[in-house]
């Protein structure tokens, strides 16, 4: 393509655009996409294969921004190019609250999005996980006739993302993985917030990702040689058997006063350095947010393009449902989102006299019932399938020779696991499930948290869940991380007491549209319990031992509900144990129910494996860990702390004829019992939505 004065122009609009854009929000970062604007410039108008009317459309090719502070340049590129969720208005609304243009790339915030991005690092490990679902997909559905996956993963990215740490694990299983349809342009233009890359970052890139497995190519002047550009694209698209990564020469802030300097990164230009930068590119420096009409039309073009490659495809996709009407039906019941119809029935249910089995044991049980019939189930573990029982009987590995696999060994790479998750659930057609132990969700919890605020539909499997772990010790025992999640707006944690508990624990997580969900699983047997029930894992929290007018009510969670009803069954009092499996649904649950479980003017009291925090809303007094670990044996670290029948039996006693009793002569209540009902971050939801 060799350049005209129309792309000189276009790509001046560009940066004229970005100038505005964050002078008049007052924040933001102006010089990455004035750098970018060329590399912008040819993905939007030569190469990616996309419709601005219909942005999920199944056949487009995926594009992250993973260098999110610069999403002032993805805005103006899909307004230019006639999406219509970016208008003119939006860019002058630029970081302002509840904008279609928010500080950092959301996807539930702006059609077209396709992952949350901002945290670097995380969008192009998210990319890793688009690549695996395309050439999944590709491999399951595709026929010599049809191609209904085919598209490529184009990433932009800069030198913080090279300097994550998710980035290099994801990276390095990308190599590993062959994933050919992964593109990455790498914005090197040497500067970072403190300064040039000079102070922190002088490694070799190119070598780096050579040894990953990477084709390396370079742009030594992506300021404005579009001919190279597009030819180093086009290079990379040529290369099916490995991801390739473009290092992108560019100068930050192209035409400001202040190029090349930190001081572009991350600051406005300010009203002189802008009046300069438009009258260096020919622009009235009176004007703002100034788009010219040639340059527009050039952009819109794609609005007409786009609608003809997306009836080109629904006509392909017609002629292979007539062809293939199952496979087309599954396709598109997947990417609806809907289940298979009665799936529930598959859930397997247990009963009292069944042996005492780890949750973790169970969770292979479901997981694999699920999967046998569910083949958007893909997911994996971060080197630890025997100890997290994650493995698919129904399917082999997804590696580069078997891309039909579902079953992704991951490495010990937690970050990246979560994140290409993630990428997996953002594709769409997938449910991504990712295990490791639950102590190294810590390890992953960005990708967690990201999950959350994207509204991914995520299984998050962690085993050995408490001080039953053992002889690991205290650095593989987790005791603030069930609290952690907890805390995390939009996620459900689990903690199932048994298998029924299990089975009801995937059943919601499985129901779910926008929100992921982490179960946390024993090592230890746990016995099946009288009274657990699949359905009432929905309830949040249920009355599993009841005694009428009871003295006092426990409550707990996971290996701890039997201990607790042992121990109820030796007191002299009458006590009532509730199963709690998941807070956040109890909160969900009107007051009348959350009073008939947590009853007024009677004691209640939690016993948990895990730090008391967020205890006192529901009990008046909290059997908890106040320290890290030990190692042993699991019963024996059990035992130092506490938590066994027998001595939660006795903390009990003491408790009662102490502080119970004096709380019993001021009167007792919790939050639980007067709380209104707490829909889940209902208005975060409606965001979502």
């Not at 699920?370 to 025997?386: K, N, R």
């Not at 939009?490 to 982490?518: C, H, I, W």
């Not at 109820?568 to 649950?589: G, H, N, T, W």
């Amino acid at each position: 393509m060799p350049s005209t004065a129309l792309d000189t122009k276009s790509i001046a609009t560009i940066r004229t655009l970005a100038a505005d854009v964050v002078q008049k929000a007052n924040s933001g970062h102006p010089g990455a996409p004035m750098g970018m604007a060329a590399m912008a410039h040819v993905m939007w108008t030569e190469i990616m294969k996309y419709s601005p009317k219909n942005p999920d459309w199944m056949g487009k090719d995926r594009f992250v921004l993973s260098n999110g502070h610069s999403c002032a340049l993805q805005y103006i590129m899909m307004h230019l190019s006639g999406y219509d969720s970016v208008t003119m208005g939006d860019l002058q609304q630029f970081r302002k609250c509840r904008s279609r243009t928010p500080g950092h790339p959301e996807r539930h915030a702006t059609k077209g999005i396709e992952v949350s991005t901002g945290p670097l690092g995380q969008g192009i490990s998210n990319a890793v996980g688009l690549a695996i679902g395309e050439s999944h997909l590709a491999a399951t559905y595709n026929t010599e006739e049809f191609k209904i996956f085919d598209n490529y993963t184009y990433v932009f990215c800069g030198d913080g993302c090279m300097q994550e740490g998710v980035a290099s694990e994801a990276c390095s299983l990308a190599g590993h993985l062959g994933l050919g349809k992964l593109i990455v342009l790498y914005d090197d233009n040497n500067i970072t917030i403190d300064g040039s890359t000079h102070l922190s970052f002088t490694e070799d890139v190119g070598k780096r990702f050579e040894a990953y497995g990477w084709q390396v190519l370079e742009v030594k002047d992506a300021n404005g040689d579009l001919d190279s550009i597009k030819a180093a694209i086009q290079l990379a698209k040529q290369e099916t058997s490995k991801p390739t990564i473009i290092k992108c020469k560019t100068v930050i802030g192209y035409g400001s006063g202040k190029e090349g300097t930190h001081g572009v990164h991350g600051a406005p230009l300010g009203d002189t350095d802008i009046v300069q930068v438009k009258e260096k590119f020919g622009f009235d420096s009176k004007q703002f947010f100034h788009v010219p009409k040639d340059v527009l039309d050039l952009y819109r073009s794609k609005v007409d393009e786009g609608k003809k490659m997306v009836a080109e495809y629904d006509a392909m996709f017609a002629a292979y449902e007539k062809k293939h009407p199952e496979k087309a039906a599954e396709i598109k019941r997947r990417f609806a989102g809907k289940l298979p119809e009665g799936w529930e029935t598959k859930l397997p249910t247990y009963k009292p006299s069944d042996k005492a089995t780890a949750t973790r044991s169970l969770s292979g049980q479901v997981l694999n019932a699920m999967a046998a019939i569910m083949p958007e189930l893909i997911g994996g573990s971060a080197d630890l399938t025997p100890s997290n029982k994650t493995a698919l009987k129904c399917s082999g590995d997804y590696q580069k020779d078997t891309p039909a696999g579902r079953y992704l060994r991951f490495g010990v790479r937690e970050h990246a696991m979560g994140a290409i998750g993630n990428g997996l659930h953002a594709y769409g057609g997938m449910v991504p499930f990712t295990a490791t132990f639950l102590t190294f969700i810590e390890y992953m919890f960005p990708a967690v948290r990201l999950a959350a605020l994207s509204g991914h539909k995520h299984i998050f499997i962690m085993t050995h869940d408490s001080l039953g772990i053992g002889e690991d010790g205290p650095t593989h025992q987790p005791i603030e991380q069930v609290n952690l999640v907890r805390s995390t707006p939009n996620v459900l944690m689990f903690r199932p007491a048994d298998g029924n508990e299990v089975s009801g624990s995937y059943k919601v997580a499985l129901e779910q549209e926008f929100t992921p969900s982490v179960l946390a699983l024993s090592r230890q047997g746990l016995p099946h319990l009288e009274g657990s029930e699949i359905k009432k894992v929905a309830l949040g929290a249920y009355t599993i031992l009841e005694e009428k007018d009871p003295d006092m009510v426990l409550v707990a969670t996971g290996s701890e509900v039997s201990m607790c009803i042992e121990a109820a069954k030796a007191m002299k009092e009458k006590v009532s144990v509730v199963s709690m499996p998941c807070a956040k649904l109890f909160d969900e649950q009107p007051l009348e129910y959350r009073r008939s479980v947590l009853p007024f003017k009677v004691p209640i009291v939690a016993v948990e494996m895990a730090a008391s925090s967020g205890w006192y809303k529901y009990a008046h007094h909290a059997i908890t860990m106040k320290t890290f670990g030990v190692s042993g044996k699991g019963s024996d670290a059990m035992d130092y702390f506490g938590f066994t029948a027998t001595k939660i039996k006795d903390a009990l006693s003491t408790w009662l004829a102490t502080t119970g009793k004096e709380l019993q002569k001021h009167g007792l209540s919790v939050a639980a019992q007067f709380e209104p009902i707490c829909k889940r971050d209902l208005h975060y939801i409606e965001y979502l939505r």
